[in-house]
């Protein structure tokens, strides 16, 4: 995986983008549109970010967050006006930049051991760290020193292990906590689901920084472009890694310039 450049395999990408006639731009939030933040309500976008994205989807690019948060969270939270369409908890919900709102309905079984799974949350007296949302339960260590970081995750470990297959859920760890979550939405479902709707010669590009994204990046794979945003490069499935807030701001300006057909 190298550093975004224009050439090798980005310039032919941006050499497509001059010239397709659809042009689909799928963005990860947290960490990668915006820093990370203890207080989740804070995580803003990066300066110049949202005004980006503004100019991008005037000249007709489709842009879609892709979030593992609640969908409608990002409505205020992201700065971008007027909203544009939001897949939410890992694709189970989604927000169209009419307002329209359509999620997924959950078996009876993940339903329960979601619920379960809070309760024992609740039970170990962390109900301030813990996040309940459409097909999840996430608890969030942000902040903490290495210690107690340990010592929550191997307890959330403990306490949510024997859900996973009784109950038919999916366990992941992310950038700052763990997830319990339904199995049938992932950030590559959400993707598979927008490449279905686009044609053939359509020009899309995901940005991400979380294991979560994996899913997005595999989803992707060999049909367009999958981009890396973090601090560090870390293995990846995705083609390229650029470093925020400097690598970020100068890709949306070049998806600018190049969907203006600018040399």
């Known amino acids: 995986m190298k550093a975004l450049e224009r050439q090798e395999g980005c310039a032919s990408f941006w050499d497509q983008l001059k010239t397709a006639r659809e042009r689909?731009?799928?963005?990860?939030?947290?960490?990668?549109?915006?820093?990370f933040s203890v207080n989740r309500d804070q995580a803003f976008p990066y300066p110049e970010v949202p005004e980006l994205i503004e100019q991008i989807r005037a000249q007709g690019t489709r842009v879609v967050l892709v979030t593992g948060r609640a969908a409608r969270e990002l409505i205020p939270l992201s700065g971008i006006h007027p909203h544009p369409e939001?897949?939410?908890s890992h694709g189970m919900e989604r927000?169209?930049?009419?307002?329209t709102y359509h999620s997924g309905t959950l078996p009876d079984a993940e339903r329960e051991g979601l619920l379960l799974a809070a309760?024992?949350?609740?039970a170990e007296g962390w109900e301030r760290r813990m996040e309940l949302k459409p097909?999840?339960?996430?608890v969030h260590w942000?902040?903490?020193?290495?210690?107690?970081?340990k010592k929550i995750r191997d307890r959330v470990l403990s306490v949510w292990r024997s859900l996973v297959s009784e109950y038919r859920l999916r366990l992941i760890e992310f950038d700052g906590g763990l997830e319990l979550r339904a199995s049938e939405w992932s950030k590559g479902s959400a993707v598979n689901t927008i490449l279905n709707e686009l044609g053939e010669d359509a020009a899309v590009a995901y940005l991400g920084d979380d294991s979560t994204d994996e899913d997005a990046f595999r989803a992707l794979k060999g049909k367009g472009l999958t981009v890396l945003v973090r601090p560090e490069q870390r293995t990846s499935a995705a083609d390229v890694w650029l470093r925020?807030?400097?690598?970020?701001?100068?890709?949306?300006r070049e998806w600018l310039q190049e969907s203006r057909g600018e040399q």
Request: aromatic share 6%; glycine share 16%; charged share 30%.
């Open 95 to 99: 927000v169209k930049p009419d307002g």
């Open 119 to 122: 309760q024992r949350i609740e």
């Open 135 to 138: 097909g999840g339960v996430a």
């Open 24 to 35: 689909v731009l799928l963005l990860d939030y947290d960490g990668t549109l915006a820093p």
């Open 86 to 88: 939001i897949w939410g």
């Open 244 to 252: 925020p807030p400097e690598g970020l701001t100068e890709f949306l």
């Open 142 to 149: 942000r902040g903490e020193r290495s210690d107690e970081t």
